[in-house]
């Protein structure tokens, strides 16, 4: 499985953007994908999360200014973040797992990207 972030950049506070990642691979064993995100000296946490059949989970920070999305046909991965804060600075990593990912459960067989930077700066 291949894992490939894209939309990452610097933004105002309040603005938006949009995070991409083209999957590619055997992703038969894959029961949910999503996104993650680590700040200088944090540990990873889930932002967004979705499963093969649309269900969603979101980090309670979110607070419904982020959406994910899926696009198989594209092979495409999703997030669509508003309203964006200082906070929501860090780098934001593409997820493939089979499991526990989707709670927040980072699981040694998951499949990760580089990651992309997001940078929420005035």
């Known amino acids: 499985v291949h894992l490939e972030e894209s939309g990452g950049g610097l933004v105002q506070p309040g603005g938006s953007l949009r995070l991409s990642c083209v999957f590619s691979g055997s992703m038969g064993s894959i029961w949910a994908m999503g996104w993650y995100r680590q700040a200088p000296g944090m540990e990873r946490v889930l932002v967004a999360a979705i499963t093969d059949n649309g269900n969603t989970n979101y980090g309670d920070f979110v607070k419904g200014r982020f959406a994910i999305s899926r696009d198989d046909a594209q092979h495409t991965l999703f997030l669509q973040m508003n309203n964006l804060q200082p906070e929501d600075t860090a780098v934001y990593f593409c997820?493939?797992?089979?499991?526990?990912?989707?709670?927040?459960?980072?699981?040694?067989?998951?499949?990760w990207g580089q990651g992309t930077q997001v940078t929420v700066s005035s």
């Open positions: 997820n493939a797992g089979n499991g526990g990912s989707y709670y927040g459960h980072i699981g040694e067989n998951d499949y």
